[in-house]
């Protein structure tokens, strides 16, 4: 940071918007919590669970974003935190979006086609 002259700034005791930086990067690592089993990864609807030795292994948030997955007996995911899901739809820029309709659930009409002003946007899939 001194090389380019910035200041470091701290966010003090504001997780929630280290966390929102989070969601903001690893967007398509989101995972909402299975009542069945474990947790479903929005993008591709895998199982994954918890780490154990996460420090939310007993808390078991309904939402999280995870940083990888490691497949051993199960597939465990790693450095993982809690979200808002409301973070997570609002985080996404447009074109994320778009591609991710269909997983998150919004409606292809309405919503979409209101905003769907310009030709560079992909077409929601149905």
């Not at 479903?40 to 990888?68: C, F, G, M």
């Not at 995911?77 to 609002?90: G, L, N, Q, S």
């Amino acid at each position: 940071m001194d090389r380019h002259k910035l200041d470091v700034v701290s966010c003090g005791k504001n997780y929630k918007r280290v966390q929102m930086a989070i969601v903001s990067g690893f967007f398509r690592n989101a995972a909402k919590k299975d009542p069945q089993e474990g947790y479903k990864t929005q993008v591709d609807q895998q199982v994954a669970y918890v780490h154990p030795s996460s420090a939310l292994y007993n808390r078991q948030p309904e939402w999280i974003v995870y940083h990888e997955i490691t497949m051993t007996t199960r597939e465990y995911m790693r450095e993982i935190t809690a979200i808002d899901p409301k973070w997570y739809v609002f985080r996404m820029s447009v074109r994320n979006l778009a591609i991710l309709i269909p997983v998150v659930g919004v409606q292809s009409r309405g919503w979409w086609s209101s905003r769907q002003t310009s030709s560079r946007l992909p077409t929601p899939r149905a």
